[in-house]
Structure formats: structure tokens, C-alpha cells
């Protein structure tokens, strides 16, 4: 009740201080009816928050005060210097209250009757007596209520929603014949009302400023990034150390500078979710449907430009859920579901930027339906549809003007819907994708970044220009051509492609496809692939160099280029140049590469994702303790920070800090650790996984390459897998899970797979437990497929891909790990494959529950020889099933 009542005396102080000029403007312009409508609302509020907080004394002087200004509002009472007077005279004892109710938390004692009569015989009409102030003796016996002013209060108080768009009819009240001072009525809002907390009540300490002050001081942060880089720069040219302390000083501040003024535009998504609760109710009357709304993570904060952008799109797929998702109660009865119909909003950090969710447990998307809608209207044959997967059929509801209602309503359904959706989320740098069973429902997840100002961002060059690949967008970085084991760029009727983890990636040339360089692609020197992803398609960008990350400050697009649409907008480099930012989505548009629609087959087992062990592997390269290089596969990494040793505080035996409003640990590779002088700075790996994190302390981040990880023996040595050459030095390959284990936090307390001996297929939801097994598999001699649902699981068996065990989660979204072992089971080439499932909570009923589904075996996964001795126990026996 504390911190209502703080809030609410802010918001009363501000208001009353508000009023004070209203009333003195009224008082020279009596007809100002804007004027005198924001005056009635105040006041109305501060009486409706009064009777919810159960402060009645406040209430029924604002009560008796609105009463009279209803009067005025409707035209029926003539707006007087007098009557100003008196409203002002309310006004301080209002004053005089909430100042007493500031300093004690409790409404002070006194005597408001005068007061109260006064205003009353304003509102009937009567000559308007001196000013009369609240008075501070205790309170007397109060009165009986007048009926008929009860009646035009209660009148009053019906018509407040309503915004007057002209006077009512004059309707003129007859006095009693003893007047008597106005008590309102009791209301529920007072029987129920908490009692107020003794003690005084601190107001909230806040100012409102304007968004264009904040505006400005974004710009002008963005700006000092700018000069900051520019001097990073000139310092790491110069190699002068007497620069370097000072700049990595001011590096630091603007850092703290930018992160603190970025808070100042950061909002809560569920304030872009407010008018949906109403929007819902409204949509189930309308259609007759029974509809609960729930939202979680309100309280995740973006960016207030981003957050503006997406209320529109979230309002639509949120109409489009109860319309088209969610089916009527009698058609939910016959499918054997509850009446009651969810809808589900989610958002939740992850990385630089906001996943949002929206789901619904309803009919799903009707392939047979989008099929023929896509036939219908020409937008692919019978036999490209046939070679689509369930997923790609459903992306066609992203074509402009298509729909599969059956009526037009006023609630959707007229074709101008999910395309609309895509395009704006896409405007602002973002992605949408979606999930869809059909029976039992959909769910989009859109994907954005935190903020529109500010991007970490790849600097690249195409035929000596350079531009700027925001990373959201970037999935990973490829070598292309030239000799060696750079992956090769082939053609395919003139089109590049490139072949990477057994799929057919394809390609566009940055430089050809801006005009910037003619030549034919076989002239082109050695370059590199960003391999990028647009939707559900996956394709690769060609450019010829790539220099490094840097924070890049977002321009927009001159009016000169907007007709371009591969930029997304302009920046400042440190040295002074300026340069374009591509944007993905619309290379995509602009070439047709990564649209929706029909794929080749070996690119649709590309974009489930697989990786396979013994290929060649994105590492990081790094320094800790010893002198020998440490590596670890660059999937397993979420961030790399550089973090003050003056926010790595010790507690419990543990080191700790405080990143991103948790506390992570940290675990030194030394095995102990000491802070440096002040000043310094400490290397950090971040690892993560929904919502954990553990950093790693290391000496220096060395580089990123791109090698084949052969892991030769096995380290005796804990937290070791074993060596490899890498870039021709021996280098130790670190065990991740070991270390992840020293941050006393159980990883694996969500399912994550195993291995088998020649040929393991492993399905596993989570990407992270992905990149963390698959390394380690192959340095125990297993050749590792990793995929990250049930269902490319199947489509590989679709594909005639063979396997000798398939090691499965068995929690995970969609079919799960028990509906894909009763598919194997029933039919294809897999039926007599041994099968493990893996649980981080394996107790006797999920043991029983996967032996019945058809698993060879089940076990818990935490611990590696276990599995390791289940896998070679399952392929020793000749007969599984």
C-alpha cells in the first residue's frame, strides 16, 4: 500500500499544481470548454483513486468539487469569478489533506462540512458564499446525504468516461426545503478498502521530461561513440601509450554514458500490451468465443522507438489468434479441449535483442486449405507444392493479400494481414517465424533488436566499398575459395552456391548485386561468405574482406536511396567514413534468394540446422594460464566481455557479478584468480542458456578461425577434452560441460543428448546443449548428427539418411522425444534402430513412459560415462526390438 499511496501523491501533487493554472485560465475565458474539460477530469480522478485508496476525507471534498464542475461542463451552472473561487478554496484543502497525509501516511482530522455545504449550494445555484477553508478541529457528526444531489452526483459520475462533444439539455434541480451539506453515498470501493498504513509516505521521486530532451541526448551520446572509435583508432595506429589508459578510461564512461541514457528511452513491452486485455474481452463477445489472454515478461524492456513500431503487429496476430486460431466452444468440445481458448503472449531477452511469442491452443494452420489457396491463386504448381515441407507451405500465409477465411469479417480475414506483420517487423531490422501444429495450435516468434539507435554491427568490403552487416542478422562467417579446405563456391545454372554441413547454401554477390564490379565470379580472388538467415531460409552473402565488429551509430537512409532497399540505413566508421548498413531482408526481397517458396531438397535438410563432427568448426581462440593456446567452439559462446575487476566482487567462495540485473558466476581457467591493480580489465566468456550464465576468466581473446577439430587422445587433465593443431600450433580443447559444472549451477537439469558409437543422430531443442555436445562426442570417436526437432528428425528419415542409434531429449516443443520414437517405430528404415532417451530428470514414470513410446533404454544425462557406456551397451546388443 506504501508505494500506491507514493504514487499517488505524486500523480495528486502534479494534478492540483496542474489545476491551480487551468482554473486562473478558465476564469479569464469561461467558454474555454477544452479548458474546463481537462479541469473535470483531474478532478474526477484524484475523487476515483481517493474512494479505491479508502481515503474518504479527500474523496468527499473532490466529490462535492466535481459536482459542481459537472455543472459547468454541461452548461447548466455559468462559470463565475466567484465560483473559480471556491474551486480554488477546494483545491487547498485538498492541499492542506494530502500534505498531512504525506507527512503521517494516514488522512489528517478535521472539519470539511463548511466547505462540502458551500460547494454544494454552488451546485444548486445558489449565491456562492466567501471562500471557507478546511478546518483542523477533529470532524463532526456529519449530516444526512441530500437524495437529490446524490442523484446528480451519481449522474455525474456515469457520464465521466465520456468526453463531452457538446452541453446537455439545462436541467435545472429543485432545492429541498432544508439544504443540507452533501455526503456521497457509500461505494464498495470504501467497505473493502485496505486500511492506510500509519507513518509518513516518501513520494516517488521522479521528473517528467520531454521525449525530445531524451532524443537529443541520444543523439549526442551517439555521437561521442562516434568520436570515441574515431580515437581508438588513431591510438591503435599510433601505438601511443601514454593515449591508452586515458582512452580506455573515456572508453569506459561512454560506455556507462550510453547504457545509462539508453534506460531513459527503455519502456516495458507491457505497455504496448495494455489495450489487448480489452481488445480480447471484446473479440470473444463479438464471435462467441470463450478467450483467456496470458501475457508473461511484461516487464521486458526495449527500446520506446521499437516498441511504437510493434504495437500495431502485435495487436493484429493477437485479432488474428481469436479469429482465425482459436475455434468456437462447441467446435473446441468436439475436439476434446477445454471451452476456454488461450492466447499466449511471451517476451523475453535473449542476446542484443527481444524474442516475442504469440501463441494460441487452437485449430493450427490448415496445410490442405493453404495448398489450395496457393494453387488458386498461382502462387506455385502441384509439383513444387509437393516438394515442400509442412513449414514451408504454411510461410505463404506471409504473401500480401493471402488469407484462408472463409468470410470476410470485421476482424480480419480481408487479405491485407500477415504480410503487413512481416514487413513492419522486418522495417525495424527484425524477423518473424512461425510454429504450427495443425489441431492443436500456432505460435509466432518475433525477433527484434533491443534498440534502433546503437547496433554492434560486421564491417565488410565488396570491391573496395565497405558496409555495414548488422549481427543480428549474421549466423556465421565462412572462407570461400582459394586453395586449402576453404569451402568451395560452385555454380548451378549460373547461380553461386556453396556446400556447407551437407546442405546447398545459396549465394549472392554484394558486389554484383550493387553494380559495384562486373567481372565474372571465376575472376574473383578468395573472399568470404556471410551466411545469414531470412525467415525460415538460410543463404549466403559473398564479400571480399571482413574486418571486425564495431558499435555502429544507426543514420537513416537519405530520401536520394530509399528507393534501395537493400540499406537499412547509414554510419559513421571510426576513421571519419561514412558508410551503408545492408540490410538482409531486403537482399532477400531484391533477389528472390531467401523468399518464400519452393527450395531445393538438400538446402531444406540445411536450414534444420545440422552439424556434423569431424568438419570444419568456427573456434575461438584464447590465452589462460599456461602458455599453450585454449580453443572453444564459437557456438558455445554467447558474449565476450571485457569487464572492470572493480565489479568482480567474491562471495561464498565464489566470484560474482552483476550482469544484466542477475548475478552470474565466474570461474577463473587458472583456478584461482586475484584482481589486478584498479583499473584494469578482465576477459570474459560468457556462456548462457535460457535463463543462466556462467563467465569464464581468461587471460586474452587471441582470434577466431575456422578449422577442423580433430581432438587427438584424451586429456588426463580436468576441464581438458584433449589437443588439436590448430592454425599449426598444438592447442587444448577445453571441456566445456567441466566447466560449467564449476559454476555450481545444473546445466543440465534440462534434457541434453548423447552419443552413440559409428552414427548418432541427436535431437536436441536446445542449440546450446548442441554446440556443447557435439565437440566432445566426436573427441570420444562418434560421428554426430545434431538436429533440433522431431521433426527434421523425421524429415532426414524422409531423405533416406541412416543412422546406427538416435540418441533423443525427451522433453521438447511440438513432438517430443516419446512421439518421435512411436514414428520411428511405426515405419521407414529406422523401426529397429536401438533409440536412448535423456532426461535431467529421469525418475521411474519418465523411465516407463519411454520404454512404452519404444526406446531401447533411458537414463539421466548429467553424467557423460554413463551415457557414454549406455551407447556402447545399446550397439552390443544384436536384437532391440
Not at 476515483?48 to 485508496?53: A, D, Q, S, V, Y
Not at 542484443?352 to 491452443?361: A, C, L, N, V
Not at 542477475?662 to 584494469?680: A, Q
Not at 516407463?848 to 533411458?858: D, E, I, Q
Request: proline letters at 6%; one cysteine or more.
Amino acid at each position: 500500500m506504501d508505494d500506491l499511496l507514493a504514487d499517488f501523491l505524486t500523480e495528486t501533487n502534479e494534478g492540483l499544481a496542474a489545476l491551480d493554472g487551468a482554473l486562473l485560465k478558465l476564469e479569464k475565458a469561461p467558454d474555454d470548454r477544452q479548458t474546463l474539460s481537462e479541469i473535470f477530469r483531474n478532478v474526477h480522478t484524484i475523487k476515483g483513486t481517493c474512494g479505491f485508496l479508502g481515503l474518504s476525507r479527500l474523496e468527499k471534498v473532490a466529490h462535492a468539487a466535481e459536482n459542481v464542475l459537472g455543472r459547468y461542463r454541461d452548461g447548466t451552472l455559468q462559470v463565475t469569478p466567484e465560483g473559480i473561487t471556491l474551486i480554488l478554496s477546494a483545491l487547498d484543502g485538498l492541499k492542506s489533506i494530502v500534505a498531512g497525509l504525506e507527512s503521517t501516511g494516514a488522512e489528517p482530522p478535521g472539519d470539511d462540512a463548511p466547505l462540502i455545504a458551500a460547494l454544494d449550494a454552488a451546485w444548486r445555484g445558489e449565491a456562492v458564499a466567501a471562500p471557507i477553508a478546511a478546518a483542523t478541529a477533529p470532524p463532526s457528526e456529519e449530516a444526512g446525504s441530500d437524495p437529490v444531489a446524490d442523484a446528480a452526483a451519481a449522474e455525474a459520475l456515469f457520464d465521466a468516461p465520456a468526453e463531452p462533444e457538446a452541453p446537455r439539455a439545462p436541467v435545472v434541480p429543485v432545492p429541498p426545503a432544508t439544504p443540507a451539506p452533501h455526503v456521497p453515498a457509500p461505494r464498495a470501493e470504501e467497505s473493502e478498502a485496505a486500511p492506510v498504513a500509519a507513518g509518513p509516505i516518501t513520494p516517488a521521486q521522479t521528473i517528467r521530461v520531454s521525449v525530445d530532451v531524451l532524443e537529443d541526448l541520444m543523439t549526442l551520446v551517439s555521437e561521442l561513440v562516434l568520436t570515441r572509435n574515431q580515437l581508438l583508432q588513431l591510438v591503435r595506429a599510433r601505438s601511443d601509450a601514454a593515449l591508452t589508459v586515458p582512452l580506455q578510461r573515456l572508453s569506459h564512461i561512454t560506455s556507462e554514458l550510453q547504457e545509462g541514457v539508453m534506460k531513459t528511452r527503455m519502456q516495458p513491452i507491457g505497455n504496448a500490451w495494455q489495450k489487448l486485455p480489452r481488445i480480447v474481452r471484446d473479440l470473444a463477445n463479438e464471435l462467441g468465443k470463450k478467450i483467456e489472454l496470458v501475457m508473461k515478461g511484461a516487464d521486458t524492456e526495449l527500446d520506446r522507438q521499437v516498441l511504437e513500431l510493434i504495437k500495431d503487429p502485435l495487436t493484429h496476430m493477437v485479432r488474428n489468434s481469436g479469429d482465425h486460431g482459436l475455434e468456437t466452444p462447441e467446435q473446441r468440445r468436439a475436439a476434446g479441449k477445454p471451452e476456454l481458448g488461450r492466447i499466449t503472449l511471451n517476451a523475453y531477452h535473449e542476446g542484443g535483442h527481444i524474442i516475442i511469442e504469440i501463441g494460441d491452443d487452437g485449430r493450427g494452420l490448415p496445410a490442405e486449405r493453404i495448398k489450395a489457396k496457393v494453387l488458386a491463386q498461382g502462387l506455385a504448381t502441384e509439383a513444387e507444392l509437393a516438394g515442400m515441407s509442412e513449414r514451408e507451405i504454411q510461410h505463404f500465409i506471409f504473401r500480401a493479400g493471402f488469407s484462408t477465411a472463409a468470410a470476410v469479417t470485421s476482424v480480419s480475414g480481408r487479405g491485407v494481414g500477415m504480410d503487413v506483420v512481416k514487413t513492419n517487423v522486418e522495417k525495424i531490422g527484425g524477423t518473424i517465424e512461425l510454429r504450427s501444429v495443425e489441431g492443436k495450435g500456432t505460435t509466432f516468434f518475433i525477433k527484434i533488436p533491443l534498440t534502433l539507435a546503437i547496433v554492434s554491427a560486421l564491417i565488410v568490403e565488396a570491391a573496395g566499398e565497405r558496409f555495414a552487416v548488422p549481427q543480428i542478422g549474421v549466423v556465421e562467417l565462412v572462407r570461400a575459395g582459394g586453395s586449402g579446405e576453404a569451402a568451395q563456391i560452385e555454380r548451378i545454372h549460373d547461380t553461386p552456391v556453396m556446400r556447407l554441413r551437407e546442405r546447398l547454401l545459396p549465394l549472392v554477390s554484394l558486389s554484383r548485386l550493387l553494380q559495384l564490379d562486373t567481372r565474372p565470379e571465376e575472376a574473383r580472388e578468395e573472399g568470404f561468405v556471410i551466411v545469414t538467415q531470412v525467415g525460415g531460409n538460410v543463404f549466403g552473402i559473398i564479400v571480399d574482406k571482413v574486418f571486425d565488429t564495431e558499435e555502429i551509430v544507426v543514420k537513416p537512409v537519405a530520401p536520394i536511396l530509399r528507393h534501395v532497399t537493400m540499406f537499412s540505413g547509414n554510419t559513421i566508421l571510426g576513421d571519419g567514413s561514412v558508410i551503408m548498413i545492408l540490410d538482409p531482408n531486403g537482399i532477400a526481397r531484391a533477389t528472390g534468394v531467401g523468399a518464400d517458396g519452393p527450395v531445393d531438397d538438400a538446402v531444406k535438410v540445411a536450414a534444420m540446422g545440422s552439424a556434423r563432427s569431424g568438419e570444419r568448426t568456427a573456434l575461438l581462440l584464447f590465452s589462460a594460464g599456461d602458455d599453450t593456446p585454449k580453443a572453444v567452439p564459437l557456438g558455445l559462446v554467447a558474449r565476450l566481455e571485457d569487464l572492470p575487476v572493480e565489479s568482480i566482487e567474491h562471495s561464498g567462495g565464489k566470484f560474482l557479478v552483476q550482469y544484466r540485473g542477475k548475478l552470474m558466476p565466474l570461474v577463473p581457467m587458472s583456478g584461482h584468480w586475484s584482481p589486478p591493480e584498479r583499473g584494469r580489465r578482465q576477459a570474459v566468456l560468457v556462456f548462457n542458456d535460457r535463463d543462466r550464465a556462467m563467465g569464464l576468466m581468461v587471460d586474452a581473446i587471441l582470434d577466431v578461425v575456422e578449422e577442423v577439430l580433430n581432438i587427438e587422445g584424451t586429456s588426463e587433465q580436468p576441464g581438458f577434452l584433449g589437443s588439436s593443431v590448430i592454425c599449426g600450433k598444438v592447442t587444448d580443447v577445453i571441456d566445456c560441460s567441466w566447466w560449467l559444472h564449476q559454476a555450481g549451477d545444473d546445466w543440465f537439469r534440462q534434457p541434453a543428448p548423447d552419443v552413440s558409437e559409428p552414427r548418432l543422430l541427436l535431437v536436441e531443442d536446445s542449440a546450446f546443449f548442441r554446440h556443447l555436445l557435439v565437440p566432445g562426442l566426436g573427441a570420444a570417436g562418434y560421428a554426430v548428427t545434431a538436429v533440433n526437432s522431431a521433426a527434421e528428425a523425421l524429415a532426414l528419415r524422409e531423405h533416406g539418411a541412416m543412422f546406427d542409434i538416435i540418441v533423443s531429449d525427451i522433453e521438447m516443443p511440438d513432438l517430443d522425444g516419446l512421439g518421435l520414437a512411436r514414428a520411428v517405430r511405426a515405419e521407414g528404415a529406422w523401426s529397429e534402430l536401438p533409440m536412448l532417451a535423456l532426461s535431467g530428470r529421469m525418475d521411474a514414470e519418465r523411465m516407463r513412459k519411454a520404454m512404452a513410446a519404444g526406446f531401447t533404454t533411458a537414463l539421466g544425462k548429467s553424467d557423460r560415462e554413463a551415457l557414454l557406456g549406455a551407447m556402447r551397451e545399446c550397439l552390443a546388443t544384436p536384437t532391440l526390438v
